[in-house]
């Protein structure tokens, strides 16, 4: 049982580059999210889907982009990085039910240069 | 707009000494509840969650968690610490309101350092 992968789990880009980070579940959840996590901050929530073909934002969306054509895979798409976007990005699932846990990944660690 | 407090960013204890991490939220529905904990490097995962009935809950490695609605807490204890519970804390609500179902807020979360 995989569970939630990530990747890449390290990556370095520069500023203006386009980044898209993977998110990968086996538990056919229904819902899916992408949070950041900055020193002083916890976690923030970027953007989160309820179904494949159903996203919505979250707390701070600003130059994120998401997809979901498959229920498994939830990529998140940096257009053009900025320094600002240098994070430690967390995926989660959580099944059906709005009250259950949420199962985090490994996390990514970005940094743009 | 709800919100999560955990008023402690970092707490040093001594090992075999009791813990207690505050979190604190803000008024709404009832809430549902977690704890959630962090190795250095790691993902997040789960240490026990209040959804209903005993304010009193269990969770893994021992810890334990009282729900207090009367003061919106929702306080992580353990009674004797160990080394490897050095780790972040997260405390995380949800109120699960219409199209934001699914979703949790977090807290800034709490640095607990363990002392031999």
């Known amino acids: 049982d995989a569970g939630i992968t990530q990747s890449p789990r390290y990556k370095i880009t520069e500023t203006g580059r386009q980044v898209t980070l993977m998110c990968h579940q086996t538990?056919?959840?229904?819902?899916m999210f992408w949070y950041r996590q900055d020193l002083g901050h916890g976690l923030r929530l970027i953007y989160y889907?309820?179904?494949?073909?159903?996203?919505d934002k979250g707390e701070v969306p600003d130059g994120y982009v998401v997809s979901r054509s498959k229920t498994e895979n939830f990529p998140l798409t940096l257009e053009s990085a900025t320094r600002s976007q240098t994070s430690v990005y967390f995926c989660?699932?959580?099944?059906?039910?709005?009250?259950?846990?949420?199962?985090f990944g490994p996390g990514t660690r970005l940094t743009v240069l | 707009a709800q919100s999560v407090t955990q008023p402690d960013i970092h707490i040093t204890v001594s090992e075999g000494a009791s813990l207690e991490l505050r979190c604190n939220y803000s008024?709404?529905?009832?809430?549902?509840l977690f704890w959630y904990v962090q190795s250095p490097g790691q993902g997040l995962q789960l240490l026990l969650k209040?959804?209903?009935?005993d304010t009193l809950v269990q969770g893994i490695k021992g810890f334990e968690a009282e729900f207090k609605r009367s003061q919106s807490s929702f306080n992580l204890r353990k009674p004797s610490v160990h080394w490897s519970d050095a780790a972040e804390y997260f405390c995380?609500?949800?109120w699960g309101m219409g199209g934001s179902q699914g979703n949790l807020i977090f807290g800034k979360g709490t640095k607990l350092s363990v002392k031999p």
């Open positions: 989660a699932s959580t099944p059906d039910s709005a009250y259950n846990e949420q199962f």
């Open positions: 889907s309820a179904a494949a073909d159903i996203t």
């Open positions: 995380a609500v949800g």
């Open positions: 008024y709404g529905a009832t809430p549902y």
């Open positions: 538990w056919s959840h229904s819902y």
């Open positions: 209040y959804f209903s009935g």
